[in-house]
């Protein structure tokens, strides 16, 4: 059984940074990739990060320049490092692991998904 449990979440203002955490448990059939999504309340689920077996990065086009993805293969932790937060990043951000085959942002790749973790950035 895989598990993601995210943590890092929380309040900030705008221009400030926060990294999101993403713990992962349990057996992953290789190849498989790993990623960050987010979802803000009446809009769609937004692809932000994702990283592929390979180590190859894909970012939101929102977000490039703000926001990195890194990986702990070791303790199979996934990272989410956000600086120069906005207000538009405001969302539920979510843990997926699947197998993405190069699309690391497409949501329907994934199979795995964390609870999510909550992040408010205020103006």
């Given at each position: 059984q895989v598990q993601l449990v995210?943590?890092?979440?929380?309040?900030v203002q705008a221009?400030?940074?926060?990294?999101?955490?993403?713990?992962?448990?349990?057996?992953f059939y290789k190849p498989y990739c790993m990623g960050w999504?987010?979802?803000a309340p009446g809009k769609e689920r937004e692809?932000?990060?994702?990283?592929?077996?390979?180590?190859i990065?894909?970012?939101?086009?929102?977000?490039?320049?703000?926001?990195?993805?890194?990986?702990?293969?070791?303790?199979?932790?996934?990272?989410l490092q956000m600086n120069n937060l906005k207000p538009e990043d405001?969302?539920?951000?979510?843990?997926?692991?699947g197998y993405c085959s190069k699309e690391q942002l497409a949501a329907e790749k994934y199979v795995y998904?964390?609870?999510?973790t909550q992040v408010t950035v205020s103006s």
């Open positions: 995210e943590s890092g979440g929380g309040s221009g400030g940074s926060l990294r999101l955490s993403c713990a992962a448990s349990g057996y999504f987010r979802q692809g932000v990060a994702g990283i592929d077996i390979d180590g990065i894909r970012l939101g086009d929102s977000v490039k320049g703000r926001f990195t993805i890194s990986k702990d293969y070791v303790n199979n932790i996934l990272y405001t969302a539920m951000y979510s843990c997926a692991a998904w964390g609870q999510g």
